[in-house]
């Protein structure tokens, strides 16, 4: 049988971070309320004008950047012509003849292996509304229509679902890490075009592409590059259907892909430059200043912490799935708290708390400082490991801070006072000693016990098992 191999591209959609929209002064923001957050621009009310939003032009020349792309020396905008009940103009303002970025590439994590994305493009566009369709009728919601919006066009060059999908894991982290956008694919921030084919052993494409639009989630990518590759070689090989070009979209309860319409159905855009908005330059300082304003990004950050910091790959990667988490445990590191332990108390300690309460790390109680204050007294011997559980559960309990209970629970560490105390629980003992020493070696703990009910379980308990040893096998 003919070796074959699935061939993927990407076109990410991804709503971008701020306060009004691309070309209007309508809110951006999200709500459940429909029809609250439009403009005349947004809904194409006659003898409107629109102005371009030059903090999304901006955010757009960052994302460019960071994916390696050639930046234009002149930003220009399209119309993109089309009729559809959410599109109020008629024709959607978007970048064709002179995207805002060009031929780049992204390196990303996929399976703890570092792979290399080619990219397209990236453009500045305008969204749509959204449609709801009930049973016998559909509803538009225009808060969408003129949302700022990224679409990032990959090559065709993913051979599997799990590289595909960790390129949009990698692509969602930078858009959260730079603040471009809050990429919540639950909210509709990110959406994705999925084009598949099947290509032989020498590279030659064997099934013409479908392209399946607008998948709202990596679950659902996922099972949609999957379904689409099993459609086309049972068609391929068996002669199950006819393949042809086309467009299809993805349903989530049959988990498989419909057709919409083929390619002699697709849509002649008509593209043309944007009659209302001036091409103007970019100009090489503004680019700087941008490409300077970005922050170390998730993947950097990873190569910090496993070949700087030698934390495992699991750690590495629960820091950097959070930019916050991942900021919080850098100032750690800031404050001289140990790579280590910090990277223990933050995977573990830190991370529990804060899923059991559902909260942020920014309104988490315990501070890096407070943190610090556990573990120095952990590593000066004033407080074990046990008695610095109960201390950071009770600060945040209480909403105070750990030094407030570490005195309380200092831990006695005098040799000498704890050497006089062991010698009289012994010589109080002696039956028990003596089954000890005869091979009931599970006694050293009631020993143990003895010793940390006397000091009212401060005793340190290194010391105290250094020292029983040594006083029981006298």
Sequence with gaps: MENLHVVIGLEMHCELKSNSKVFSDGRNAYSDTANINVSPVDMAFPGILPVVNKYCVEEAI???????????????????????????????????????????????????????????????????ASLDHLNNTSIIDYNRAGVPLLEVVTEP????????????????????????????????????????????????????????????????IFATINYEEKRQREAYFNHSEELVQETRRFDEDTQTTIRMRTKVDAIDYKYFIEPNIPPFKIEKEMVDKIVNDIPELPLS?????????????????????????????DECIKIGIDKQIASNWVTVNILGELNKSNISIKDFYITPNYLKQITDNILNNNISSKQAKEIFAKSILENKEPNTYIKDNTQLSDESYLRDLIVSIINNNLAQKEAYLNGKTNLFDYFVGQVMKETKGKANPVITKKLLRDLLNK
């Design 301 to 329: 950050r990873k190569q910090r912490y496993l070949n700087e910091y030698k934390l495992t790959e699991e750690d590495a990667n629960t820091l950097i799935k959070n930019k916050d988490l991942s900021d919080y445990y």
């Design 157 to 220: 060059c993913f051979n599997c679902a799990k590289d595909a999908v960790s390129f949009l894991e990698n692509m969602i982290k930078i858009y959260q890490y730079t603040n471009i956008s809050d990429a919540d694919t639950k909210r509709g921030q990110v959406r994705c075009d999925v084009n598949v084919s099947l290509a032989n052993e020498k590279g030659e494409y064997v099934t013409p592409r479908s392209e399946t639009k607008n998948v709202n989630s990596l679950g659902n």
């Design 62 to 128: 960052k994302m460019a950047s960071i994916l390696h792309c050639q930046i234009p020396d002149v930003m220009i905008f399209d119309r993109k012509n089309y009729y559809y009940p959410d599109l109020p103009k008629g024709y959607q303002i978007t970048q064709c003849s002179k995207p805002v970025g060009i031929n780049g590439y992204l390196e990303y994590d996929s399976g703890n292996k570092i792979k290399r994305a080619i990219i397209h493009d990236i453009h500045l566009e305008e969204d749509s």
